[in-house]
């Protein structure tokens, strides 16, 4: 009994974390430009420079992407956004496009589900697709098979095992 009470407490606490404040603790909030773990050069919270959008986006911002791309190379902090202006490109750009992914790859899953699935999109929809086994256990409702899958994929391992174990908690508690 007491062991069920823990695992409850594990699950509601992960699902508590299931959100979009997650995805920005998970990513980091990086006013300036500096490169992600693939070398790619990134700003704000896990905005990819090498978008083709990304001039455009950085002139909202009053920026120049040249500017912005030099800072990575040569690792200065001249041209970065306000954290206002990182989070404003998190809730304009970068969430709703990988809440989009998400409603395509699993349609209609539970909150916590869905938010897990977003904080993986992030790597790409690319990414979140080649969970073919997990999206599978998703559309059958099979929680926990669709939370290990994630556990023992390329992602987990390249992720902090926090981000990692979170998402599959999220994933595993099924709401």
């Known amino acids: 009994m007491r062991v069920l009470y823990v695992f409850s407490l ?3 606490g992960a699902a508590s974390n299931c959100s979009p404040s997650q995805t920005i603790r998970n990513e980091k909030i990086c ?3 500096y490169n992600d773990t693939k070398g790619i050069p990134t700003i704000g919270v896990g905005f990819n420079l090498k978008r083709s959008d990304a001039a455009r986006v950085m002139i909202k911002y009053k920026l ?3 500017d912005v791309l030099q800072d990575c190379q040569k690792r200065t902090k001249n ?3 306000t954290k206002a202006q990182a989070t404003d490109i998190f809730n ?4 709703p496009e990988a809440t989009k992914c998400v409603s395509r790859y699993a349609p209609g899953m539970p909150t916590s589900v869905h938010a897990a699935l977003i904080d993986v999109a992030f ?3 690319g990414t979140l697709n080649q969970f073919v086994k997990m999206k599978r256990a998703l559309v059958q409702k099979q ?3 669709a939370g290990d899958e994630l556990k023992n994929s390329k ?3 390249d992720v902090k095992s926090t981000r990692c174990g979170l998402d599959v908690a999220c994933i595993a508690s099924g709401i």
């Open 10 to 12: 594990l699950i509601i």
């Open 31 to 33: 006013t300036c430009c």
């Open 64 to 66: 120049k992407l040249n």
């Open 79 to 81: 041209a970065c956004l």
């Open 92 to 95: 304009n750009i970068n969430y």
């Open 123 to 125: 790597a790409g929809c």
């Open 143 to 145: 929680w926990k098979t």
């Open 155 to 157: 992602w987990c391992t």
